[in-house]
């Protein structure tokens, strides 16, 4: 049984113009690709540079008051104020004086959390935990001691003598210090931690909020956030956004004349099937309609297509860029159906254009 | 070369004093211009006659005299600039281009010169697409027209698949589906073999005995003689239109 629908009619028409049908797939697929990636890639982009931010350490600052020592109970009042995924490490600093006479700063810590809080800093070899007499000497402060296997240091007419493990290499001023356990370091020079630095993630909002609550909560401390950290990630997101936004734009309109140089094309080669539908009775809406419906079908074609290799390309990218995996975002899915649509619809405007100033009379005598 | 004798179909006096009232085609003063550069161009002047249901005219007249302006209005594929122009005793010159669709669709009935077949629509389908605009499509009846015109064993074959004479007649099944009053047949053999243009030629005389009316524009005088009467244009004006239908010698 024969039967002659609008979808028949559509799909023959694709498979009969099948180089020009693939061609306008493929610039609906890119389109929906390309936003796909771009959207899923920009879902997940405050997370992944939070994250990145996070390796570059501290973003907030506590400090007691000059010459005094934070409170005992300050890190434990920090990690309920700020929450429990707020990295925070305690420092105590000391003065003393290395066995060739030299004055050095001495930083008392908890390795294993300065080890998560900074990353990036460049270890060769952290101090093995539960040690108490092993310490990390700074890439300047190692010139100063005698010998790096045994270092002599001096406070206060209290000597001690300490296993040098590894070496630290930053650029600042952490090249110029030796750290040793917390619990050591306080008992050898009797001075506790008077700074404690946190590494708050989340946006700039965020850290806002939280400083807040720290400065309610420890109000004899002073709470002060790393600037060029805090305001250097919220630029850096916002540009990003506004990065990807444009691009996305940009390859949206770029696709937009692709597809609307091959719906012109299409409808100029079939002029004449449009002018023999129109001498057939067929009106203005119903050959528009057939126009765009199928414009509508290359682009839904396209969004299914385009979101598969779109989420893809977006895994791969995270992988390469973000070392985390990406999964695909169904939340985009609206998105990129309406900018395809609208791709679709714009790239329509002159075929239908054309379409509506068919003369059937002349196209069917060949003129 | 063999010859064959076609008897065309009952002969309608032209200047009866009854052919307005049955006139299914009526020109009155129909004029159509069109705008130029800084000028205007008068494709048809004045043209005023009737044609009857159940005639067949032939209009003639060399390239540029108005034949085809003057198919576009009887095809109401164009209105007239002025004059009255009526159609199954309906003025379309007032129409609305959506009213003129639809109007088309029921009335008038195209034979092509190229065919214009939709080249990945079967033979059948072809049929039908005219029904799909018309009205709904009906599989048996678009059978039955092909039928009509010898092609029963050719419905689904698409138009690449077939001769330009099958074409002309899958083309000849598409005017006839949905029995409109008028066909309008333009250069219907000109791009047809010899032996297909006699094919073509006898379908139309059956058509024109079964009591269709026939306007066939042509170059060829011998399917110009086919026809009861014939419409001479020059210049955009008709200058006349004897009274044809004699018996016809087609030469094969």
Known sequence: MATLSLLGMLRRSLVHRRARSIAALVAMTVSAGVATALLTLYADLDAKLHKEFRSFGANVVITAPANTALQTDALVRVREAAGPDVLAAEFGYAVSTTDTGTPVVVAGTDFSAVRRLDSWWQVDHWPEDGATDAVLLGQRAAQFVGNERSVGLTYAGHAVTLRGVGRVKTGGEEDSRIYMPLAAFTAWTGVGPSVIELQIPGNSARIEATMARLRQDLPEAQVQAVRQLVEGESKIVDRTHALMFGAVLLIALTVAVSVLATLSASVLERRRDFALMKALGGSQTQLMGMFLLEALVLALAGVVAGFVVGSAAAWVISEGNFHTSTLPHLSVLPLVLLLNVAIAALAALFPVRVLRGLQPAALLKGE | ?252
Not at chain 2, 17 to 33: F, G, N, P, Y
Not at chain 2, 59 to 86: A, Q
Not at chain 2, 167 to 186: F, G, K, S, W, Y
């Open chain 2, 1 to 252: 070369m063999s010859e064959a004798k076609v008897q065309t179909g009952p002969l309608v006096d032209p200047y009866g004093s009854t052919r307005d009232d049955c006139a299914v085609i009526a020109l009155k003063q129909v004029t159509r211009e069109y705008a130029g550069h800084g000028s205007v161009v008068r494709a048809l002047g004045d043209a005023t006659f009737s044609i009857v249901a159940g005639e067949w005219v032939a209009i003639t007249g060399p390239s540029g005299s108005g034949k085809s302006t003057l198919v576009n209005l009887i095809g109401c594929l164009d209105r007239p600039t002025s004059g009255e122009l009526k159609i199954d005793n309906v003025d379309v010159a007032s129409m609305s281009a959506t009213e003129l669709d639809r109007f088309r669709a029921d009335k008038i009935g195209f034979i092509f010169q190229q065919f214009h077949l939709i080249p990945y629509l079967s033979a059948l389908e072809n049929v039908m697409l005219a029904q799909y605009f018309h009205s709904m499509t009906d599989e048996a009846e678009a059978r039955a027209a092909l039928e009509r015109v010898g092609l029963d064993k050719r419905v689904s074959h698409l138009p690449s698949e077939l001769s330009g004479g099958e074409q002309q007649r899958v083309c000849i099944a598409r005017a006839l589906i949905n029995n409109p009053p008028v066909l309008l047949a333009d250069e219907p053999t000109g791009n047809l073999d010899a032996a297909n243009q006699t094919i073509v030629a006898e379908l139309l005389q059956d058509l024109h005995r079964n009591g269709h009316t026939i306007v066939m524009v042509t170059h060829d005088p011998e399917m110009a003689g086919l026809a009861q009467r014939r419409i001479a244009l020059s210049h955009g004006k008709v200058f006349c239109h004897p009274v044809g239908g004699p018996m016809v010698t087609l030469r094969r």
